[in-house]
């Protein structure tokens, strides 16, 4: 798509850029996640997210969002650096931090042709599904990528 920081979007350009998808009939993928400490499990997933679709959009839960989440100290890294990191990503189009616990609102706002989430998740849990699938849309489960997560690396980091 374009510069990294491009690819970081607000609220404000986000109906203009879905519209602008819409228009060239572009199929949006839309996946969210912490994505604190980016690991070969997360590009994997990512890569793989990437082709069922023509744009990969990630929502990125926001440091306070993290919190709420996850506990005290995290995230590791400030949603700023995870977003950068993300759209440092040649296969990810856009990136948008959120700042509540789920992506609801921002899966309503841009109403993807597919939702994705990894297999950790089942359908019945996966946030949006509802609201997707209503709207002509699919919800897709990818397989983890074994031996890869977050919480690991920061164990073995800490020595845990």
Not at 45 to 55: F, K, Q, T, V
Not at 63 to 79: E, F, H, M, N, Y
Request: hydrophobic residues 40%; contains cysteine.
């Amino acid at each position: 798509m374009y510069e990294t920081r491009q690819k970081i979007l607000s609220w404000e350009e986000l109906d203009r850029w879905v519209a602008y998808w819409r228009f060239l009939e572009q199929r949006i993928v839309f996946t969210n996640g912490c994505f604190d400490l980016l690991h070969l499990g997360h590009v994997s997933y990512l890569e793989e997210a990437s082709r069922l679709g023509d744009i990969l959009f990630v929502g990125l839960n926001s440091d306070a969002s993290v919190r709420r989440l996850k506990g005290v100290g995290r995230p590791i890294q400030t949603q700023e650096a995870r977003a950068r990191l993300l759209a440092a990503l040649e296969f990810v189009d856009a990136v948008l931090v959120f700042d509540e616990d789920t992506p609801e609102r921002l899966i309503q706002r841009i109403t993807p042709d597919v939702l994705v989430k990894g297999g950790d998740y089942t359908r019945d849990r996966v946030v949006g599904r509802e609201w997707v699938e209503t709207h002509g849309g699919e919800v897709v489960i990818l397989p983890l990528l074994e031996g890869y997560s977050t919480t690991d690396l920061i164990r073995r980091a800490c020595g845990v």
